[in-house]
């Protein structure tokens, strides 16, 4: 049965849902004074009523927005990785005990949280992730093209452009190996190829006028391999990177610190942890191979005696990763005390 909010609730856990949600409230001694399900129209009303206290929910789908009205409304509002709740929640799952979980984890003092994101960033997070999607269906696509043709003895060199520039030819002198059909199938595949492009294009050029306009991705991108992609995408995951105390923490959110299996006096250090925002992870390294294919570009970034060093003793893609997580503490560096990459700095340390 539900019971009436009392004034004495201090923490409240909230286990989110789609149109309702449930709440679990604790005194100041931890002691259950809270237990009800509200509508999603009833949670602003209700909070508005209620003395300022500790909201604690799983950053998932409409937890920031939720985040930003109970802040407004004088509340301090904490989101919690899920997997950071998992621990806290006692006997068999189901909303009730999630929400106590959660308003338990949330008190922690050790407790990691994530920083809600203005609708700015959310905005310039859902460009990132269609754009995403885009490419991944273009890929697809482009794949399936030369499946078709190698089938019927048609290979076609590695590489986009290489298909791009060979494609036209091939359809409008198809071989005899070709059916009409597979020319006609073709054809459709190459026309949505196009609508691809064309879509990734518009998305990217949104993309880079946001980047300019932004004071941070501005900073960023003076950062070696960095550009309009990475740093709005770095921008719309961490905002000004507060969230972080050091870029060590950032690169092993990223998941590119080796993965740690400790025991005893024994420290071993396996692969890359690969946790994290894999999206943001994928743009480092492959701003890394950017930067390690232009040798010319290392002595103006500061970055040719770290390099030349490196390679002597590690697999080039060992070392685009090292590169990869190195980048990555400079880019927070950059974005959290405000300033350009300075490589003279870089080269003195």
């Known amino acids: 049965m539900s019971q009436p909010v009392s004034n004495t609730v201090s923490v409240i856990g909230i286990d989110i849902g789609k149109n309702s949600f449930h709440l679990v409230g604790q005194d100041d001694r931890g002691g259950i004074v809270l237990r009800q399900k509200w509508s999603r129209g009833q949670i602003e009303a209700r909070f508005a009523n209620m003395p300022p206290c500790l909201v604690g929910m799983e950053a998932c789908v409409g937890a920031h927005h939720l985040s930003r009205k109970l802040k407004a409304l004088g509340h301090d509002a904490r989101l919690m990785p899920a997997k950071y709740v998992r621990p806290y929640s006692k006997g068999q799952k189901n909303d009730f005990r999630d929400a106590e979980a959660i308003a ?3 008190q922690r003092p050790t407790m990691k949280f994530v920083t809600t994101k203005t609708a700015d960033q959310l905005d310039l997070q859902a460009l990132h992730r269609v754009r995403e999607r885009l490419v991944s269906q273009r890929t697809g696509i482009i794949n399936q093209i030369r499946a078709f043709l190698l089938e019927r003895g048609i290979a076609v060199r590695q590489g986009l452009r290489f298909l791009r520039a060979e494609l036209p030819h091939v359809l409008a002198n198809p071989p005899e190996v070709l059916s009409p059909r597979m020319v006609r199938i073709v054809e459709g595949l190459a026309a949505d190829w196009r609508r691809l492009d064309e879509r990734i294009d518009h998305l990217s050029a949104e993309i880079t006028t946001l980047a300019r ?9 003076s950062v070696p391999g960095v550009g309009p992609i990475i740093s709005s995408a770095m921008v719309a995951a961490i905002g000004t990177g507060d969230a972080f105390s050091k870029g060590r923490d950032f690169a092993a959110w990223l ?3 080796p993965k740690q299996i400790s025991t005893g006096d024994r420290t071993i250090l396996g692969k890359i942890s690969k946790r994290g ?8 390294v492959q701003a890394a191979w950017v930067v390690l ?10 970055l040719k005696p770290w390099i030349e060093a490196a390679r002597k003793r590690l697999h080039r893609n060992v070392l685009a990763i090292a590169l990869a997580n190195k980048l990555a503490r400079i880019a927070w560096s950059v974005l959290a005390r405000g300033r350009g990459f300075e490589a003279t700095k870089l080269r003195a340390a």
């Open 104 to 106: 338990e984890a949330v």
């Open 213 to 221: 306009q932004d004071g941070g991705c501005e900073r960023l991108m």
């Open 255 to 257: 998941g590119l610190v």
């Open 277 to 284: 925002n894999r999206y943001l992870r994928v743009l480092f």
């Open 293 to 302: 294919i232009k040798p010319q570009s290392w002595e103006r970034h500061g």
